[in-house]
């Protein structure tokens, strides 16, 4: 039972151009919602996170929402360029569950230059 | 500079022959996990630790272990590897949250894993 949810296996998107990547989440008690990214050969590495009192947060050109009524976060990438073709993850965790972070599938993005 | 090692990169291996990945991070970090990745399945915690000698299964533990004998380090033993651990191994680090979700995990570079 996967409590976090990425749908979309892959994206592509013209350079330049607004890149949107999609998480639902199932389980009310998350509370602290995070998004990796990961070249191909390295370990994920951190790019932004949310807060579950908050609905948007920024930093430079990517912006995570959150729409806590339909358990759905997004990342929105603007603009777009190369080196952002990685694949994403969604990430959630919760107060109670101490730092246990649980991972969505992932969703390949694939910037077109 | 801060960052999580993790050895050997690539490793192929015949089913039933121990095996040992470690993991060590250079940032003094309470919070030491493992995680393998499988297509379509993202990251799943194998196991992790809050501290020294103290270590708890995560999602799925069968057919690994792990120790804590210091702060640093945080080695994945398979005693009897079979092909269905054949995966993309990840260990990660961060500084215990008492008070909020999970602190942003620092990621090692991976390990990939072919039991044959």
């Known amino acids: 039972d996967q409590q976090v949810k990425q749908n979309s296996p892959s994206l592509s998107v013209q350079e330049g151009r607004i890149s949107i990547l999609n998480c639902d989440y199932t389980?009310?008690?998350?509370?602290?919602f995070l998004w990796y990214k990961k070249y191909p050969a390295e370990g994920p590495t951190f790019l932004i996170s949310i807060s579950s009192i908050k609905d948007k947060n920024e930093d430079g050109r990517f912006t995570v929402f959150l729409n806590k009524s339909a358990k759905h976060l997004s990342l929105h990438i603007v603009p777009s360029q190369p080196g952002d073709s990685a694949v994403y993850f969604c990430?959630?965790?919760?107060?109670?569950?101490?730092?246990?972070?649980?991972f969505g599938a992932g969703t390949i993005l694939r910037v077109k230059s | 500079e801060a960052q999580v090692t993790q050895n050997p990169r690539y490793l192929i291996t015949v089913t039933g022959k121990k095996l040992t990945v470690t993991c060590s991070q250079n940032?003094?970090?309470?919070?030491m996990s493992w995680y393998r990745q499988d297509p379509g399945l993202g990251l799943r915690q194998i196991y992790y630790?809050?501290?020294?000698?103290?270590?708890d299964k995560g999602d799925v533990p069968e057919g690994y272990k792990v120790s804590r004998k210091e702060k640093r380090n945080f080695p994945l033993i398979l005693e009897s590897p079979s092909p269905n651990q054949t995966s993309l191994y990840f260990c990660a680090s961060s500084p215990i949250s008492w008070s909020r979700g999970a602190y942003e995990q620092y990621f090692g570079p991976g390990t990939r894993l072919t039991v044959t």
């Open positions: 389980n009310s008690m998350f509370d602290y």
């Open positions: 990430a959630a965790s919760a107060t109670e569950y101490g730092n246990k972070l649980v």
């Open positions: 940032m003094n970090h309470e919070y």
């Open positions: 630790s809050m501290n020294v000698e103290v270590t």
